[in-house]
């Protein structure tokens, strides 16, 4: 059950792209909890004129009262670029499908999924993300494209596009809306986590641990499968340069005392607030958490020690291949490999 987190990791916050995730943070609540948090974070131009930027981060499932209260952050700003690859139809009243690994883990845990939670039919709600096909398109074209020779006088450059697999790409998402071996895979296990009250606990429990170090896992399980690097760097690159050059624009048609809000997975912020103060000259100003969801450890079927425990094993495993850590010792990443027909 463990090692299915690091792909739930993934789909929880659309994939984390580095170690440090200054948007997502775990609490702890006595006697033996813990909470969930994602950060909406406000930034002002370095200039003093502009409109104010607000990174509101999320994650794809909650609690009722969680999006309630993005949601009304959101309605305050005067536009709002949120995620969604091919998402245009949200904005028109369109609902998402539930069928997917993120809506089954929602039910089954007792919690919301996000795209049945936010209201999107907004007028000053803008889609942001790269539609399926430019998205599909980005990803050929890095898998096709000749690798640089290198250089032996020049440093290593390691902006070179990835390499990127189709088949894992195509597996991935077809899990995410519910389609293919590997969302029947993932489906029996999301049943057995919300079997029962105990159990439902116990894998919010895992979660909040495992999602408070999303990006460090991410990383581990990045370095231990050259398929998820290259697939986790095309979805972070391509579509977070998306948002900054959508953002660029409309900040630009806004004057001071308006704000504009860049609504997406919690761990698509440290880079797009990277770009924002970097490229487009903002400063951090205020700071608001929101907690999605907790869970209670005198329910859990482990306690949290050992699920502490646990983890850090399989951190051991990923970062010392010698030791087992490589994709033949992990369930999740044996699922995203090409299956020979």
Same mark, same amino acid.
């Given at each position: 059950?463990?090692?299915?987190?690091?792909?739930? &990791?993934?789909?929880?916050?659309?994939?984390?792209?580095?170690?440090?995730?200054?948007?997502?943070?775990? #609490?702890?609540?006595?006697?033996?909890?813990?909470?969930? #948090?994602?950060?909406?974070?406000?930034?002002?131009?370095?200039?003093?004129?502009?409109?104010?930027?607000?990174?509101?981060?999320?994650?794809?499932?909650? &609690?009722?009262?969680?999006?309630?209260?993005?949601?009304?952050?959101?309605?305050?700003?005067?536009?709002?670029?949120?995620?969604?690859?091919?998402?245009?139809?949200?904005?028109?009243?369109?609902?998402?499908?539930?069928?997917?690994?993120?809506? =089954?883990?929602?039910?089954?845990?007792?919690?919301?999924?996000?795209?049945?939670?936010?209201?999107?039919?907004?007028?000053?709600?803008?889609?942001?993300?790269?539609?399926?096909?430019?998205?599909? =398109?980005?990803?050929?074209?890095?898998?096709?494209?000749?690798?640089?020779?290198?250089?032996?006088?020049?440093?290593?450059?390691? %902006?070179?596009?990835?390499?990127?697999?189709?088949?894992?790409?195509? #597996?991935?998402?077809?899990?995410?809306?519910?389609?293919?071996?590997?969302?029947? %895979?993932?489906?029996? $296990?999301?049943?057995?986590?919300?079997?029962?009250?105990? $159990?439902?606990?116990?894998?919010?429990?895992?979660?909040?641990?495992?999602?408070?170090?999303?990006?460090?896992?991410?990383?581990?399980?990045?370095?231990?499968?050259?398929?998820?690097?290259?697939?986790?760097?095309?979805?972070?690159?391509?579509?977070?340069?998306?948002?900054?050059?959508?953002?660029?624009?409309?900040?630009?048609?806004?004057? %001071?005392?308006?704000?504009?809000?860049?609504?997406?997975?919690?761990?698509?912020?440290?880079?797009?607030?990277?770009?924002?103060?970097? #490229?487009?000259?903002?400063?951090?100003?205020?700071?608001?958490?929101? &907690?999605?969801?907790?869970?209670?450890?005198?329910? %859990?079927?482990?306690?949290?020690?050992?699920?502490?425990?646990?983890?850090?094993?399989?951190?051991?495993?990923? =970062?010392?291949?010698?030791?087992?850590?490589?994709?033949?010792?992990?369930?999740?990443?044996?699922?995203?490999?090409?299956?020979?027909?």
């Amino acid at each position: 059950m463990v090692s299915l987190l690091f792909l739930l &990791t993934s789909a929880l916050f659309a994939e984390a792209p580095k170690t440090t995730l200054s948007f997502i943070r775990t #609490q702890e609540l006595p006697p033996s909890s813990g909470a969930l #948090q994602t950060l909406s974070a406000e930034f002002k131009p370095a200039g003093g004129a502009g409109p104010s930027v607000w990174l509101i981060g999320v994650a794809h499932l909650g &609690t009722p009262e969680y999006y309630a209260a993005l949601q009304k952050r959101l309605d305050a700003q005067s536009a709002v670029l949120f995620e969604g690859v091919g998402g245009e139809r949200l904005a028109e009243g369109a609902k998402a499908e539930s069928t997917g690994i993120q809506g =089954q883990l929602a039910k089954a845990l007792g919690l919301v999924f996000q795209l049945d939670a936010i209201d999107y039919k907004r007028a000053h709600f803008s889609n942001s993300d790269l539609t399926a096909d430019a998205l599909n =398109q980005a990803i050929e074209r890095r898998a096709t494209e000749p690798a640089p020779k290198p250089d032996p006088a020049k440093p290593a450059d390691k %902006s070179a596009p990835a390499k990127v697999d189709n088949e894992t790409f195509t #597996q991935l998402m077809g899990a995410l809306h519910g389609e293919g071996d590997l969302a029947e %895979s993932l489906g029996g $296990m999301v049943t057995l986590m919300g079997s029962t009250p105990e $159990m439902r606990e116990t894998t919010k429990l895992m979660l909040v641990e495992a999602l408070g170090q999303a990006g460090e896992l991410i990383d581990l399980a990045k370095a231990a499968s050259p398929d998820m690097k290259d697939l986790f760097e095309v979805l972070i690159t391509e579509r977070n340069a998306e948002v900054i050059r959508q953002l660029d624009a409309r900040v630009r048609k806004l004057g %001071s005392g308006q704000s504009i809000a860049v609504f997406y997975g919690a761990a698509h912020m440290d880079e797009i607030a990277r770009r924002l103060t970097g #490229q487009l000259r903002y400063t951090p100003a205020a700071q608001h958490w929101d &907690t999605a969801f907790t869970a209670d450890g005198t329910k %859990s079927i482990m306690p949290p020690a050992q699920i502490k425990m646990m983890l850090q094993m399989m951190r051991t495993q990923l =970062q010392n291949p010698s030791a087992g850590g490589d994709a033949a010792q992990l369930p999740f990443l044996n699922l995203l490999q090409p299956q020979k027909k």
